[in-house]
Structures are given as structure tokens and as C-alpha cells.
């Protein structure tokens, strides 16, 4: 019966990853039409404005010019300063017709009402994982794995409640992919009764306060990682240079992805610091101290010291823009690393992976 369940769980789990590969295709087509969108309203945008400016610079009296393709040749070319100003109303109109004009597209519509299928799928998978092992499906790296992918997406959904961030669905759902594919192809293990210091409440109190900070920071990763390219592109624009990704101009602008990509890594960074706090106390009763700098525990530490200096650097020392942006990625490098590397080839009192 047991392996039966287990069995059962892992068809699941290859359904909901079915779904969520369809949802990342659809995603992934909605970011390519908002592409071609602002491509198309951009070329509608720029003849009108350079002829309204070129009308507005006209001498009192002067008579009406026809303008074919730009200005005419006798006119001096606009200062830079208004090339930026127009630049930015173009990007601003572009923003606004193709998100209030078809932002909610039919391919957006179906990649969003995958995600939540593939999420049920998934959450089936992770239960009846439970069932089988009877206790808390996290005890080594398949479960693990299984948990803090649900979580991720579930986060994403949640957190679509409160902002409208369904243009990170293509990020959030191939990060999910690959963790969730290395898992199916490394990570399978039968289900096996747990290691004696495993046998604790905090396992579900340390472990699932650690998947809920993973999972914003996964997020918070997503979002910085949108704000460089959405800041590159806001240079280019400024710089009157050829643009690479058109569906850019129809997201938000790299401040505003700054800004709230530093809420949620805050609400991760709160996670994390439980996270911490929580495997000393459980440390302190399966082994008898509180820290031994263990391999698992110095990661855990270092993760917590980067994002707490991206807090605080961001908060107090100025470090707005690109450079924040880095320090979230490189954050949330170190939880990979902590996660695919030292739970794998690392030995020690954390050797829980099941491997």
C-alpha cells in the first residue's frame, strides 16, 4: 500500500509538471505578443509625436509642413533632453495601450488557469507522499524538493491576490521546471522511516518556515532579475538605442520591480531569520549545542548575512538599482547552492538528503 501511494504520487507529480510545461509555452507566448503589441503601437506612436513636436516648434505664422517619415531635412534635430522626454512618453503610451488594451489575453488567461490545475496536481502529489510515509512529506531531498516547488508556485498564486505579477509566470515556472526536473531525475528515493534526530515537531516548524523564505526569495529573485534587463532597457531608450526585448516596455519600471522585488525578499529575509533561530533550538535538543558549524549551518548563516546586507545596504547606504538587484541574485544563488550542493556533496550532521 505504501509503495502503492508513493507510486501514485510521483504519477501526479509528472502530470503537474506536464501542466505547468504548458503554462510556461503559454506564459512564454503572452511575453512574445506584448513583444510584437508595443512593437506595433511604438510604430503608430512616433510618427504622430515628432510631428506634434515639430507643429509646436514652428514659428507663429510659419506655414504647415507636411512630414513624411519624420521631420524634414531643414529641421535641426531635437535637443537631447526632449528626445528623452519623448522617448518616455512613447514608452508610457506603449505601457498603457498594451497593458489596458489587451494585458489580459487569452494565452495569459490559459497560462494562469494551468498554473492552478498543475498547483492542484501538484498539491495531490505532495499529500499522498505524506500518506504513504505517514508523517510530513520533507524528510530528505525528494520531498524536499516536492514541498518547496508547491510552495513556490503557491506563493506566486498568492501573491498574484495582491499585485499583478503574472508577467514573472514564464521566471517562476522555468525555475520550478528545472529544480523539479533534476529532482525526478536525481533525487527519487522510496519511502524510509526517519533518522531518530529527525523524529521532532521541528521538523515541521524549521523545514517549512525554510521552504516559505525560498520561496520568496525565488520570487524576489524573478523580479530582480526583470529589473536589470527592464534598466537596460530604460537606458537604451534614454540613449535613442535599438531595444532587444519589446516586452519590456509594457511591464513595469525597474524602480517599481526594485521596489516591490525588496518587500518580498523582506518577508523571505523574516522566514529565513525563523529559519535560523529554529534549526539552533532543534540543534541544541538532537545534538546538545546550539551551533557547531556544521557545513548545512554555515550556509544557512551566509545566506542570512547577504540578504541582510542587501537590506540594509538598500535602507541605509543608498544602493538602489542594479547593484540591489545583484545582491538579490546573488542571495538567492547561495540558497541554491545550499540547497543542490551542500545537501548533496557535503557531509555532516545535515547528511539527511536520503541519497
Known amino acids: 500500500m505504501t509503495e502503492t501511494l508513493a507510486q501514485l504520487s510521483t504519477v501526479f507529480l509528472y502530470a ?13 507566448l503572452d511575453l512574445a505578443r506584448r513583444g ?9 506612436v512616433v510618427p504622430s509625436a515628432v510631428a506634434r513636436r515639430a507643429e509646436v516648434a514652428a514659428p507663429v505664422g510659419a506655414p504647415t509642413r507636411t512630414i513624411i517619415g519624420g521631420a524634414p531635412a531643414d529641421t535641426p534635430p531635437p535637443p537631447s533632453s526632449a528626445l528623452g522626454r519623448l522617448s518616455s512618453r512613447i514608452s508610457t503610451r506603449v505601457e498603457d495601450d498594451v497593458m489596458n488594451g489587451s494585458g489580459g489575453g ?39 524538493s516536492m514541498t518547496g516547488t508547491l510552495v513556490i508556485i503557491g506563493v506566486f498564486l498568492v501573491a498574484n491576490l495582491r499585485w ?71 537606458r537604451q531608450v534614454a540613449e535613442s538605442r535599438p531595444q532587444q526585448f519589446r516586452f519590456l516596455s509594457t511591464l513595469p519600471s525597474s524602480v517599481a520591480l526594485e521596489n516591490l ?38 550556509w544557512t548563516f551566509i545566506i542570512w548575512v547577504i540578504y541582510a546586507g542587501y537590506i540594509h545596504a538598500r535602507a541605509t547606504r543608498g544602493w538602489r538599482g542594479s547593484r540591489s538587484a545583484w545582491l538579490a541574485i546573488i542571495g538567492f544563488a547561495a540558497v541554491l547552492f545550499n540547497f543542490g550542493i551542500v545537501n548533496v556533496f557535503f557531509h555532516g550532521l545535515h547528511a539527511y538528503s536520503g541519497l
Open 261 to 298: 522585488a525588496y518587500r518580498i525578499n523582506i518577508v523571505g529575509f523574516i522566514a529565513w531569520t525563523f529559519t535560523l533561530i529554529a534549526g539552533a533550538i532543534w540543534a541544541e535538543k538532537a545534538w546538545g549545542r546550539y551551533w557547531g558549524w556544521d557545513t548545512k549551518e554555515v
Open 36 to 44: 510584437a503589441r508595443a512593437t506595433a503601437v511604438e510604430a503608430a
Open 164 to 234: 499583478p505579477i503574472k508577467y514573472v509566470g514564464t521566471f517562476v515556472l522555468g525555475l520550478v521546471l528545472v529544480l523539479q526536473g533534476i529532482a525526478l531525475l536525481r533525487y527519487y528515493v522510496p519511502v524510509v522511516p526517519l533518522q531518530p534526530a529527525l523524529q521532532s515537531y521541528w521538523l515541521v516548524i524549521h523545514i517549512i518556515v525554510a521552504v516559505l523564505g525560498t520561496a520568496f526569495f525565488a520570487l524576489g529573485f524573478a523580479l530582480s532579475g526583470l529589473q536589470l534587463l527592464q534598466y537596460r532597457r530604460e
Open 16 to 28: 503537474a509538471m506536464g501542466l505547468y510545461a504548458a503554462a510556461f509555452i503559454a506564459f512564454a
Open 106 to 144: 487569452a494565452s495569459l488567461k490559459w497560462a494562469f488557469a494551468l498554473t492552478i490545475v498543475g498547483f492542484a496536481f501538484h498539491l495531490v502529489a505532495v499529500v499522498l507522499r505524506g500518506i504513504a510515509a505517514a508523517r510530513v512529506p520533507w524528510a530528505n531531498m525528494w520531498e524536499f
